[in-house]
């Protein structure tokens, strides 16, 4: 008898199960179920390099894989398909159209959606997220005729976007509500080299800064009111984070707190149903197993790898090193691993020459290094950390001393 895989969520983790069941010479069926109309898509370059090219190319370079993948690997993808309820007792799905789809395993991959703000004026035209490919290209297109930009959110995408409207000559103003710009994910001294290297390039970036409301002129967005003065914009993005797709999930009676609840093996709460990527919360080891939930492809594309271990049969738990990035103009953030409970920092390298990486340690023990345009530390730093090597303080701020050799 055939197995039937069906996933719902064609994002990286989705496409990523799809080739890593076919790499594993898994023969059942594979049906891959995407609410969206366009073939699946990279979604970094969504607020950086396609924003700036309005070209059928721009698009075609987004694309995880081409029609032929699917085709070749025998992957059912429908496109413009909504699941609205999924029965897990009879291990059906029942969708938009009023068919149903069963499976024998079922892959949650729903994602996360931009969070949205509910304040006064915030109906008004010209007020903006991003997360998808139509989002997209609704935000070039409206950047194409705006002239002042305000950006609700200082964390990875609003910065990314900052840049690459400043890039096109426009006005752009970030309103942050923390004391410094990505406060949840990178070190103290980042932040301000950040803050610093985007106000060189004519940004305004307010902190402490909490929007009030949004003001308008005949429905469309004009200003931005926060409690010390109101900011110009004839465009508004909100980069306000983002909310777990998890209300199917927790429809059909499966357990979900910010996020869809899995364990070590991906496995939700009911039977033959996994979930991965940006929906999920698990217990992450580099966390002291708090339980997180993480956006990030790395960590979309290794569950997803982890679930097709699984279904054809192999043991395995979920152990993957955590590791980010956000390019910003001309500066690259490379992230590994996690921040959460550390006691100090240690700094490598001179901030003010724009090359440099910052350890994060609980007590003793390294638990995450965050690197500034330095793509090789941040390779020995996944190293020093996938090894579980906590080096000297003092051998880490040595620039003298090779990083390399401290893993031998």
Known sequence: MTRHVVIVG????????????????FAGAITLLS???????????LSKAFLTNDTPEAENKLLLESQSFY????????????????????????????????YDELVLATGARARTLTLPGSALEGILVLRTLEQARTLRQRLTGSSSIVIVGGGFIGLEIAATA?????????????SRIMERSVSPEVSAYVTRKHREQGIILELDSTVSA??????????VRTATREWPADLVIVGAGSLPNSELAQAAGIACSNGILVDAQMRTSAPNVFAIGDCVTFENRYADNARLRLESIQNANDQARLVARLIIGEDASYEALPWFWSDQGEVKLQMVGLSIGRTHCVTRGEPELGRFSVFHYRDSTLIAVDSVNQPLEHILGRKLLAAGMSPDQALIADTGIALKSLLD
């Open 214 to 223: 949004f003001l308008g002129d005949n429905g469309k967005v004009a200003a």
């Open 35 to 45: 609410d969206e109309a366009d073939l699946p898509y990279h979604r970094p370059p």
């Open 166 to 178: 400043r890039k096109l000559g426009k006005q752009v103003t970030v309103l942050e509500t923390a």
């Open 10 to 25: 064609a994002g990286h983790g989705g496409v990523s199960l799809c080739a890593a069941l076919r790499a594993l010479d």
């Open 71 to 102: 085709d070749e690997k025998c992957v059912d993808l429908r496109l413009n398909t909504r699941v609205s309820a999924l029965d897990t007792k009879a291990r059906t799905l029942q969708l938009a159209d009023g068919s149903l789809a069963p």
